[in-house]
Each structure stands twice: as structure tokens, then as C-alpha cells.
């Protein structure tokens, strides 16, 4: 079974396109992430979700909206897309603190826009 | 910052040999670190963690090694293999509240045959 699964995996789409991604987990984790990977493979969390709150939110264009409709599900929705956006975006989870608990990554979403 | 312009540093090692990964870390509060395996195509998985009270953790022919002096970890793989080809992360965790991974640079080992 899928720990973390995201869809969809491939996105082309044009700019000012607005899109969504996608994620669920099924570990019963409190917490969700999303991190963008960019071309040179560096990876940076965009913001995490507490239980359907809130967490980080790491001065991320307001263009990219989290929603999460319950705490297996973490979707990213990105209006007005630019050529910077095209990057590959992970969803994590991991059970809540304190201390530090293991994120489980899913397969990543490559999103390339035109 | 971020690492935007430089290239993914890579390492090369011959299958069977020990390959060791290095890592700079930037917060002196971090309190827990990850090193993460990428292959190709998939998302960062876990290999091995260490907590900041400690030297040295040692995993499935994986050893990770702080030296929080100079702010330095490092990754050894033992009698690597063709499997171990991926791109490997260091992250640092600063709880500050939340758990926030921080990822380095990220380097590419090959295993050649």
C-alpha cells in the first residue's frame, strides 16, 4: 500500500493556468508538508499542516493555497502560474511532535509550466 | 540561502568500496539531523538520523558522523552498491515550535561497476 500518494505525477500546463495537486496518506500521521525541488535538486518546505492547521508557511507567494479537507489529506493549489513554478513538489508526513518524528515523502508531482 | 547556480556536487566510488558523503550545516540550535536518499524519479527516504547529543549512530552498513564543533555530518556507506546510486540529502531540524526540516545542498553518488 502507498504510504504517501500524490497525483498527478506529471502536470504541463500554460502560464496564468490555475492547478491543483493532490496528497493523501495513509499512516494516520498528524501532519502534513509541502516541498518544492527545484532544477538544481534543492528542496525547501513550503508550509506544513498541523491536524488541519496551519503551521509554517514559509513566505510562499500567496498564489499557493494549501487546503486540507482532513488530516490525510494535504492538496496545494497554485493560481496564476509562472515559469519559476516549474519544479517538482513533494508532499510529506509524519507524526506531530514534540521532538522531531521521520517525514514520509511521497513520489513527487513534476510540474512544468509553458 | 538558497544553493540557486551551483551544480549538484557529485562523488564517484567503485562498487564494493566505502564512499563518505559530507555535509555543512548552517544553525548551531539545530537539534536532529537526517541524512535522505533520492533515486531517480522518487521522493527523499530516510536512511539514518542522529540527535545532537551524539557523535556518532550507526545503521545497515550506514554510519552518520557530528561534529557539531565545526558544524559538520557526514554519511559513510559500506561496500557500496549499485543500489546506493541516488542523490543523498542532509537536513537539519529546528523545532522552533514545529518540525522543519532544512535540506542541504544534496550530492550525487554513482557506484560504478
Known amino acids: 500500500d502507498t504510504a504517501v500518494s500524490q497525483t498527478p505525477k506529471y502536470l504541463v500546463t500554460q502560464m496564468g493556468n490555475d492547478k491543483s495537486i493532490k496528497c493523501e496518506q495513509n499512516?494516520?500521521?498528524?501532519?502534513m508538508y509541502w516541498y518544492k525541488q527545484d532544477s538544481k535538486k534543492f528542496l525547501k518546505i513550503m508550509f506544513s499542516?498541523?491536524?488541519?492547521?496551519?503551521?509554517i508557511n514559509e513566505t510562499v507567494p500567496n498564489r499557493f493555497s494549501p487546503k486540507s479537507p482532513d488530516k490525510a489529506h494535504l492538496n496545494l493549489h497554485i493560481n496564476s502560474l509562472e515559469l519559476g513554478d516549474s519544479a517538482v513538489y513533494f508532499c510529506?508526513?509524519?507524526?506531530?511532535?514534540?521532538?522531531?518524528?521521520?517525514?514520509?515523502f511521497g513520489p513527487g508531482t513534476r510540474l512544468t509550466v509553458l | 540561502g538558497e544553493s540557486v547556480g551551483l551544480h549538484l556536487p557529485t562523488l564517484s566510488v567503485q562498487e564494493g568500496d566505502n564512499s563518505i558523503i559530507n555535509c555543512a550545516y548552517s544553525n548551531s540550535a539545530s537539534d536532529y539531523f537526517i541524512w535522505y536518499k533520492q533515486e531517480s524519479g522518487k521522493g527523499p527516504q530516510f536512511i539514518i538520523d542522529?540527535?545532537?547529543?551524539?557523535d556518532k549512530r550507526q545503521g545497515q552498513r550506514v554510519t552518520v558522523l557530528l561534529n557539531k564543533t565545526v558544524k559538520h555530518l557526514s554519511l559513510q556507506i559500506a561496500a557500496t552498491q549499485p543500489g546506493d546510486s541516488a542523490v543523498y540529502f542532509c537536513?537539519?531540524?529546528?523545532?522552533?515550535?514545529?518540525?522543519?526540516?532544512?535540506f542541504g545542498q544534496g550530492t550525487r553518488l554513482t557506484i560504478n561497476p
Open positions: 537536513a537539519e531540524n529546528r523545532i522552533q515550535g514545529a518540525q522543519k526540516l532544512v
Open positions: 510529506a508526513s509524519s507524526q506531530r511532535g514534540p521532538g522531531y518524528n521521520e517525514q514520509f
Open positions: 542522529i540527535r545532537s547529543n551524539m
Open positions: 499512516l494516520g500521521h498528524d501532519t
Open positions: 499542516y498541523n491536524n488541519k492547521e496551519l503551521i
